[in-house]
């Protein structure tokens, strides 16, 4: 009914579908979660959207090796992984290159605070879906297991599905992923010879006690 989806906000919907599966299981229902398990989630693979800068992680990251966490500060502090200001990119472009006109968006920026560059976001879950960066990277899962490999991209694409059963397939064996935390953002790492990713990462979640939520609604749709 189009009355009914002007007046409430999408949450709420969203809360009512929820509650109706949340329903559905307590009859006994466990289909339904069936079905999303094995639901094909591929929407957005390959998303790329033209940014406003022709900035490449291939060159800053990949070929000059510049860290993730110098420009996403926040990526193991917080939920969201903060994009950076042009005062980041001012600390080199202030002098490197520092008349192209590629670079003029963030001079401008730069000039003035009140008109950041309006970068377009690639990776996108709905508002019904807590995600949190800081969990993930500090537990030791790599940028490269959500992401791929941004540091050989010109243009940041979406690999990954990030639907419910990609999320969930990770959870059920996340020994397959996890890495000593200090490789998080080295994303070509692989585990020493005479080790395998199956002993590393088995060892690491028993240590650290990780067991992420897999048939826990709650965790996942607070
Ligand atoms: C010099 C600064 C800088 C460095 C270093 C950097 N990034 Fe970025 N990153 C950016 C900027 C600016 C954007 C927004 C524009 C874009 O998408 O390219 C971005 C966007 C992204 C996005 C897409 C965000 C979205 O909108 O969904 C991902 C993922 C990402 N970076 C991952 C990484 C990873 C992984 C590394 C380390 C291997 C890294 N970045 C290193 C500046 C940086
Ligand atoms: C640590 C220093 C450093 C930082 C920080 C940095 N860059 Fe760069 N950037 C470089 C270097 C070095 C080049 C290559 C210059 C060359 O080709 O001679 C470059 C090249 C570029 C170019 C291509 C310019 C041209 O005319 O070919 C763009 C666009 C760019 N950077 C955007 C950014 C953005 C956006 C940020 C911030 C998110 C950023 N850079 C942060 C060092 C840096
Ligand atoms: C377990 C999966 C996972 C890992 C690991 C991960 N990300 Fe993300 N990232 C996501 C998802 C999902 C989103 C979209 C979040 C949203 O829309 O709420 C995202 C979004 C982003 C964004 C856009 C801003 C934001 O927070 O929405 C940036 C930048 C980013 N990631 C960078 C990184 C970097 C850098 C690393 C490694 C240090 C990393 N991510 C590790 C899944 C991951
Ligand atoms: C490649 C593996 C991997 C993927 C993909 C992944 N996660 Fe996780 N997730 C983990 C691990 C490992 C933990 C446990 C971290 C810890 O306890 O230190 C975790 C923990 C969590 C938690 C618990 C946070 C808390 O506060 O305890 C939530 C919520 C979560 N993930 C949501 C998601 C969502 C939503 C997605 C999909 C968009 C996702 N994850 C994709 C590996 C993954
Ligand atoms: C590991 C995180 C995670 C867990 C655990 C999880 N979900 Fe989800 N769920 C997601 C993500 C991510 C999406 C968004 C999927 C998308 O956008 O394609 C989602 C979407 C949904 C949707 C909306 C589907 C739609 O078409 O809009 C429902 C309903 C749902 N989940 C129910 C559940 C139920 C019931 C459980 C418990 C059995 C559960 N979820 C457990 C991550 C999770």
Not at 104 to 127: E, S, Y
Not at 130 to 151: A, E, I, L, Q, T
Request: proline share 8%; hydrophobic share 35%.
């Amino acid at each position: 009914m189009k009355a009914t989806k002007l007046i409430f906000p999408k949450w709420i919907n969203t809360a009512v579908r929820l509650s109706l599966v949340g329903a559905a299981l307590t009859a006994g229902t466990i289909a339904v979660v069936g079905k999303f398990l094995t639901m094909p989630e591929t929407v957005d693979v390959g998303y790329q959207p033209t940014q406003p800068v022709p900035y490449s992680h291939k060159l800053h990251a990949g070929e000059m090796g510049m860290d993730c966490r110098f420009c996403h500060t926040t990526v193991d502090k917080a939920d969201f992984a903060a994009v950076p200001p042009a005062n980041t990119c001012m600390v080199c472009h202030t002098a490197i290159k520092k008349d192209s006109d590629k670079l003029a968006a963030i001079r401008q920026a730069f000039a003035d605070p009140n008109k950041p560059v309006q970068w377009t976001k690639v990776h996108k879950l709905p508002d019904f879906v807590y995600f949190s960066h800081k969990v993930h990277v500090n537990g030791g899962v790599s940028c490269v297991s959500c992401h791929g490999r941004v540091d050989q991209m010109e243009v940041v694409q979406q690999q990954k599905p990030l639907g419910m059963a990609w999320c969930i397939e990770c959870h059920k064996n996340p020994e397959n992923a996890l890495r000593p935390k200090e490789f998080v953002t080295k994303l070509d790492w692989t585990p020493p010879a005479g080790t395998t990713q199956q002993e590393i990462g088995l060892k690491i979640k028993n240590e650290n006690k990780i067991h992420p939520p897999v048939e826990n609604c709650a965790g996942c749709h607070r």
